[in-house]
């Protein structure tokens, strides 16, 4: 068997040119989305996100604002900064990229966030209303995983709710920001779902795990951390991570997911290719997220009347969530 790649560079063209609409009629309606990010100190991949960022939010007629600060700002610099852009009208989702530096707490940071702004669902009403099954946002990278397995199964001919309620779907890394998630993701679309760890692996009981999968979606951010010899044939496989490797012949720097691709794509009946698989997607989703978050007090103000400002606004959007779908219509 030869695997499907699944085509996230394709989607993210389609997905791109409808959020463009979204957010040129939001800004014709007086309500343009603008995107926030902060980046602290100087991390490579950090600072190639905010610039792919910036491009996009131009590309899309967002506004934009970018906050750079030093590796030893104070935090509380920090979360001034981010309270600033909380108040910032202009401001409609606010982006804390990762990582921060060890002094700096991520959780302060998080907690700083006006949940409304709050693109990436880290603020902890945000994270519980995930883990209720409602979230407000849906993080971009698990997100976008679920994104190219609907599309995937969609054209390959599959009702995907019928495709997950029958499969192991076993998910490894458990970050807050990518693997629990996306746990949660699988759960609420009623798949049978596994999470692993760096304990599982050192316990040896990853590749058992893996072997069941159906489904199987990777974020441990370890090259090549699952072979082919792991996976069960016929697996829909999705590798999230994104690993820099010097290339032994050229020398040169090149990005590689946490699948050994080569193997896999033996064994699999599809897989997400690093890069062009889910990267792609996640910028534009947390694109979608703050084009989200622009049309919120319109969605509101249509649907419950004009009176629902300040905290009325929070209260009526935390009471009207529902799981979004994560197609892009
Ligand atoms: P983190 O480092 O925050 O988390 C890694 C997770 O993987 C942890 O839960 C860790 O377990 C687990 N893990 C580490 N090693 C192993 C192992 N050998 N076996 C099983 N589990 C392991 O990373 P992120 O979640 O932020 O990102 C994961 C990957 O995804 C990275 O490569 C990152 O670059 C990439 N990424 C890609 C994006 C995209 O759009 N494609 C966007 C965001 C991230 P434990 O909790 O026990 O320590």
């Keep these: 068997m030869t695997a499907a790649l699944i085509d996230g560079r394709r989607y993210a063209a389609e997905f791109k040119s409808e959020l463009a609409e979204q957010a040129r009629s939001l800004a014709a309606e007086g309500a343009r989305p603008g995107l926030a990010t902060v980046l602290v100190g100087d ?15 131009d590309e899309l007629g967002c506004h934009y604002v970018g906050e750079a600060m030093p590796g030893d700002v104070a935090e509380a610099d920090v979360l001034a900064t981010i309270g600033k852009l909380v108040a910032d009208p202009r401001v409609t989702g606010i982006l804390v990229l990762r990582p921060v530096p060890p002094h700096v707490s991520e959780i302060a940071l998080y907690n700083a966030l006006d949940p409304l702004k709050d693109i990436e669902a880290v603020h902890p009403i945000n994270a519980g209303l995930l883990s209720e099954g409602r979230p407000h946002f849906v993080p971009s990278t698990p997100a976008s995983a679920f994104h190219v397995l609907d599309r995937y199964l969609s054209e390959s001919g599959r009702d995907p709710a019928a495709v997950y309620e029958r499969s192991n779907l076993v998910v490894v890394g ?16 009623n798949a049978t779902v596994v999470s692993c760890d760096v304990h599982s692996y050192r316990a040896g009981l990853l590749a058992e795990h893996v072997s069941r999968a159906d489904i199987l979606i990777v974020a441990a951010g370890v090259a090549g951390l699952v072979t082919g010899r792991d996976v069960k044939e016929g697996v829909i496989a999705v590798d999230v991570g994104i690993n820099p490797v ?8 090149r990005l590689v997911g946490d699948l050994d691709s080569d193997s896999v794509r033996q064994v699999a009946a599809a897989l997400t290719p690093v890069p062009g698989g889910v990267g792609p997607v996640t910028d534009l989703w947390l694109l979608r997220n703050t084009v989200s978050a622009a049309a919120l007090p319109l969605r509101i103000a249509n649907a419950w009347g004009e009176q629902h400002p300040g905290s009325q606004l929070l209260e009526t959007a935390l009471r009207t969530s529902r799981l979004p779908s994560t197609s892009p219509t």
């Design 174 to 189: 458990r970050s807050n920001n990518v693997g629990k998630p996306a746990v949660l993701l699988g759960l609420a679309r």
């Design 246 to 253: 010097e290339d032994e012949v050229t020398g040169k720097v």
């Design 43 to 57: 991390s490579y991949p950090a600072m190639a996100y905010e610039r792919r960022l910036r491009r996009l939010a």
